[in-house]
């Protein structure tokens, strides 16, 4: 293995003490330092969406967490190559375009698009790549060929099936026997395979079905190659991290990693860390699309503010399973809009409240650096989200107690919390963009001027048109605040 490299990360103008990630391995079951395969480097693979409709908040979390992972990594120094497929071609495609009367291609294309729309919405970064399955069949072919090649792969009727008695390490990363496993398999109908778990490299062409040719006749690949043979491409045959919802472990993830190692057959995992979010539950139930008890991204969205329902998902351990209520959104949305007021009252202060002061600058730098280094303990164990959302709030409480016990505050203590905060945003992504940021600056210039001219309303005792100016400003989700200092406004979540 690799000798460790540990980077130091420089914060708030201050070196912070040196720190070693650890991440806990499904393949081992135990939390262990991260070692990448290249110095400085991370090759992160996570499963994506299958896009036949739009994805449930559930599949929302290991899309969040794992985003705001591979943030960290960038954080800390790190040059990640982060990759996640779309599934276009399987089962659920092919039945879903057959109801739209459409083609597998135009379903492929409407729910690629709805999939972008709501992951921006939820402030989560795009891919480096973004593979789609159907534009990667010759790595398909190329791969089953080399698994048939080394004698773990077997041809029936047309269909290709990986041999799982050939892999004496099945079940490794599920943590069971072939017994155990056997026991809950079957033989779907028409299925000619020597054993119940042996699964699909290629599927032989059926009437209505997309199909591409290859040297077992005409087909479709199976589900698991597809992201063995896309995550090859891109990140290699043996990659740092691949993530996913714990529901994937098995079959897809334990199938993933057995075609890939029998693929290159050169003794070398396929995965050196394995990562699995914990399940989003309704009534205790997993939140599935098979049970009936899903709400899609899309329409909590709609409900609740998106930043919302990004902090409800990294407000607790991204292992542990989590209860989705509308209580939790509530409270997510309350804590959104904690982080925001802060953020509008410092950048409000900032414009007022700057001069000569008897603020002990070089304590509240203390502060900030001892909580910095809290922050970075959390995430370096584990990433352990819940943590850090902690001490982010501990900052807006120190940041909001100094507001309230001084009239005047130094430069330097505007600059130094704003770092603060905007630092901790790009790693966690829930205080999102200032109030100007989120207009262009003829409508920001707009607002201003809206504001001074009911101030002067005010002044004049004209109280309609001041408070038709409030009300022009409420319909466009712009809300003013009157303080001794002035009018200060920000956006509704």
Sequence with gaps: MPVLVQYSATRFGKDMKILTLALYNDLTRKKEKFIPIEEGKVRFYSCGPT??????????????????????????????????????????????????????????????????????????????????????????????????????????????????????KYGSLCKQNLEDLEAGARVEP??????????????????????????????????????????SKYLGDNIDIHSGGVDLMFPHHENEAAQSEAATNNGKPFVNYWLHNGFLLIDSEKMSKSLGNFLTARAAIEKYPPLALRFFMLSAHYRSPINFTPEGLEQAAAGVSRLRNCKSDLDFAAKTRTGDSDFDINKFHDELKELDKKFSDAMNDDFNTAAAMGILFDVVSLINTSLKNHDKLPEEFFTASKNALNTYDEILGVIGPDEAECENDNESAEIEALIQERTQARKAKNFARSDEIRDTLKARG????DTPQGTKWKKEL
């Design 190 to 231: 028409g299925e000619k395979k020597k054993d119940p778990l042996d699964f699909a490299l290629w599927k032989a062409e059926k009437p209505g079905e997309p199909s591409w040719e290859s040297p077992w006749g005409k087909g479709r690949p199976g589900w698991h190659i597809e992201c063995s043979a896309m995550s």
């Design 51 to 168: 896009v036949y409709d739009y994805f449930h908040v559930g599949n929302a979390r290991p899309f969040i967490v794992f985003d705001v992972l591979r943030r960290w990594l960038e954080h800390e120094g790190y040059k990640v190559t982060f990759v996640q497929n779309f599934t276009d071609i399987d089962d659920k495609m092919i039945h879903r375009a057959h109801q739209e009367h459409i083609t597998v291609a135009e379903l492929a294309e409407k729910f690629i698009a709805e999939y972008n729309k709501d992951a921006d919405a939820l402030g989560i970064r795009r891919p480096d790549v973004s593979p789609r399955a159907t534009e990667h069949i010759p790595e398909i072919i190329n791969t089953i060929e080399r698994i048939i090649a080394n004698g773990h792969a077997y041809v029936s009727e047309g269909d290709v099936y990986f041999d799982i008695q050939s892999w004496p």
């Design 478 to 481: 712009i809300i003013l605040e």
